[in-house]
């Protein structure tokens, strides 16, 4: 038997129209889902917006203040697509309301959000997920699988990176994200936030690190209007960047592994280079989210001169056999927000997590917390035990 599960989508930019299309193709990949999620609620404070979200998806009211949502027993579980500095207040407030909560990394502005989100969803005894899409694509749980089955001997060092374009022209817009009370911590927010889950989810703790940030476009022009993305806004008046463009941190695991993560939102040229490199002392495994579909492994027992194999996933890797029946048949960005989504109700369904979860939030903005600090002060900073 199917039961209904009434959903509601907090904030309706792009992150909330992908968690709406997951919601609606979840049971076409998944069909054993006990769950079927019900679209009753989309809240966006935008005016008209949630109207046309609505018209489009199926929604079966509309609202501006979230509040309603927290309050309309006909929903049960709640995506929070909102703007960082909300986070907190919404995520707290629709777990005490009882609601199963997924929620967009990176749960607030500092550690101290993503810890009193966390802490409601366990007080409330709801489920909690947060969007750590990246760990979900197929390649990625292979490496993982193969980095814990020693398939590239001893982790020596890792590279992470996420670099971005999407903030390099002069004239986008100074919205939230580029200020510190609304936006938090710029880039490390943004995409670092990512780049630990992926280094955590891969090699375990960090236990250590040291940062250095940078602002390289220190003005931007105020919108006069409603934004929604990057927007451009030439000729407004100029206010300052108050939050980071780039990061540079070195790392170190508690397996004594080493790694750098490095990420930059104007980076001229690039569009989502986002990806790792792992060492061992057998081989290496190498992604690139651009070519998502595709492992580069590297192992055997030449050490020297050892080649790099390109290994298509297929079903048998991950979730990958739910969206296409054989290898080199791509998946894409969506699709892993579709698995998100599956884990989220699964962990509903079962009473059990599965999938990123607000403890992995926590510690990933722990780790920001400290790279903020490192870099105001150059030194390296120890990361609470978990």
Known sequence: MVDALGVAVVGFGWMGRVHTQAYARVRHHYPQLPLRPELVMVAEEVPGRAEEAAAQFGFAATTRDWREVAADPRVRAVSVTAPNFLHREIGVAMAEAGKHLWIEKPVGLT??????????????????????????????????????????????HARVRLFSDYAAHPEGALTWRYERERGGSGVLGDLASHGVDLARYLLGDLVSLTADTAVFVPQRARPTGVTAGHTRAAGGELGPVENEDYVSCLLRFASGARGVLEACRVSVGEQNNYGF??????????????????????????????????????PGDGEFGAFQPGAANAMGYDDLKVVEAHRFLRSIAEGRAYGATLADAVRSAEALDAMTRSAATGAWVDLPTP
């Open 111 to 156: 550690a101290e959000d993503a810890r009193a989100v966390a802490d409601a969803v366990a007080k409330a005894r709801v489920r909690g997920a947060v969007g750590f899409n990246y760990r979900n694509a197929p390649a990625v749980e292979t490496a993982r699988e193969l980095i814990a089955a020693g398939e590239i001997g001893t982790v020596t």
């Open 277 to 314: 490199e792992v060492h061992g002392t057998k081989g290496a495994l190498f992604w690139d989210f651009r070519r998502m579909n595709e492992l580069g492994v590297s192992r055997g027992t030449s050490y020297q001169d050892q080649p790099v194999s390109t290994v298509y996933v297929g």
